[in-house]
């Protein structure tokens, strides 16, 4: 489930602490996967335990504690070969109207701030401790930087766009290498990606 629905239906059955996930634009297994946050929340603050689906098909539950847990980083302590299927959340009773105008607020900025009108990945790289990563890309001029169709968004550095579908995986790849090569030898900051790339380089 996409969760921003989450979000949305939490807020529409007077429970809160969901509203940042109206912020997140993938599904729910993906913030379990990364702990993904924005705005101040992070996914797993809310989690009370979640079920997983290994490769023999078993389902089994886990709670937080069996999970190194964080910013943008989860890892399994039990297992390496389990997906994430289904999570119970915790949320408080609360006002559903002020949380739906929380959500509305959140994605107003989204919109104002993010290039969503141009196909792309979200951020690609998660913020270095004390400092941000579009800011550096930004100082390190690379904003409309481009590589064959994909380039470095002007509305927001952090984001790889693909505006007439022509970019290949192989120019985002290379305009990902290039900001961290740059970024690392100009500010001695190493960006570490927060999407993932899967598969093999050709």
């Known amino acids: 489930m996409a969760s ?3 979000a949305r239906f939490a807020a529409n059955h007077d429970l809160v602490g969901a509203e940042f996930l109206a912020g997140i634009p993938g ?13 101040g929340g992070e996914t797993w603050n809310i989690v009370e335990r979640v079920r997983l689906l290994d490769r023999r098909g078993a389902l089994r539950e886990r709670m937080p504690s069996d999970f190194e847990i964080g910013y943008r980083h989860v890892r399994n302590l039990a297992a390496d070969d ?11 009773c609360g006002d559903g109207q002020a949380s739906r105008a929380r959500i509305k607020e959140l994605l107003e900025k989204r ?11 979200g951020s ?26 994909a380039r470095v ?10 505006p007439a579908g022509a970019g290949t995986a192989a120019d985002i790849e290379g305009l990902i290498d290039h900001a961290q090569r740059a970024v690392r030898e ?3 900051v190493e960006l570490v990606r927060e999407v993932r790339i899967v598969g093999e380089r050709a």
């Open 186 to 188: 100009r500010f001695g």
């Open 27 to 39: 599904t729910v297994g993906g913030a379990l996967a990364m702990n993904a946050g924005c705005y």
């Open 4 to 6: 921003p629905k989450v």
């Open 111 to 121: 919109i104002a701030s993010q290039p969503l009108q141009l196909p792309n990945a």
């Open 153 to 162: 968004s002007e509305r927001h550095a952090n984001f790889i766009v693909n």
């Open 82 to 92: 389990e997906l994430f299927v289904g999570a119970w959340l915790r949320l408080r």
């Open 124 to 149: 690609v790289f998660r913020n270095p401790p004390g400092d941000h990563a579009a800011r550096l890309i930004e100082a390190a001029g690379l904003k409309g930087f481009a590589i064959g169709g």
